[in-house]
C-alpha cells in the first residue's frame, strides 16, 4: 500500500517568524495542527526567522498507515514539517513524567513513520533529514542523549532532536 504524504486535508501552512504545533490531550482523537496565537496550546514552538513557507502535515489521525503484521493500527508521529528541501518528523508529548520512557516511545513513532516514508517517492525531494521528540514538560534534552541520537541517524539516517524548540534554518 502506497502511503500518501501529501494530503491536502491533512495540512497546515504557515510563514510566521514564530508558531507552535499542537495536538489535543487524550483521549481526544483529532489531527495536530498549527497555531499562530495561542501559545499556551503550544507543545512545540517553531523558530521560522526567515519566515519560510512550511507545510504541516499532521499523519495521526489523518493519514492512512498501514497496519502491522498482527493487524493492530501503526503508532506513528503526529506529523512533519516540509519547507524547502527539510523535511522534519515531530512526536509531540506532554508527559511530566521522569525517566524515558517518553523518549522511547517517541522514538518508535518516529522510526515506524520514517520507514514508511522512505518508501514513497516523496522522500527523495528532501536532504535535510530530521526528526523532533517535543515534550511541552520537558523542553530540553540532556547531553546523556547523545548515543540515542547517534543510533537514530544510524537506524535512519535522520537527526534526532529531544526538545520542543524547533528553529527553521
Not at 499523519?59 to 493487524?71: Q, Y
Request: glycine residues 4%.
Amino acid at each position: 500500500m502506497s502511503i500518501d504524504f501529501s494530503l491536502a486535508k491533512c495540512q497546515d501552512r504557515s510563514n510566521s517568524k514564530l508558531f507552535g504545533i499542537c495536538d489535543d490531550p487524550p483521549p481526544a482523537k483529532t489531527k495536530a495542527y498549527l497555531n499562530e496565537t495561542d501559545g499556551a496550546k503550544w507543545i512545540a514552538v517553531v523558530d521560522n526567522e526567515y519566515r519560510y513557507d512550511v507545510v504541516f502535515t499532521a499523519i495521526d489521525h489523518c493519514i492512512e498507515v498501514p497496519a502491522r503484521p498482527d493487524g493492530k493500527s501503526s503508532k506513528r508521529c503526529d506529523g512533519m514539517l516540509t519547507y524547502n528541501k527539510t523535511v522534519i518528523f515531530v512526536e509531540l508529548k506532554t508527559r511530566p513524567q521522569l525517566g524515558t520512557d517518553w523518549i522511547k516511545e517517541a522514538e518508535r513513532q518516529l522510526k515506524t513513520t520514517i520507514a514508511h516514508f522512505e518508501t514513497t517517492e516523496l522522500a527523495e525531494e528532501f536532504t535535510d533529514k530530521k526528526a523532533y521528540a517535543a515534550n511541552s514538560e520537558h523542553p530540553k534534552a540532556k547531553e546523556s542523549y547523545l548515543v540515542r541520537i547517534e543510533k537514530f541517524f544510524e537506524d535512519t539516517g535522520y537527526v534526532l532532536r529531544i526538545e520542543n524548540r524547533i528553529v527553521l534554518s
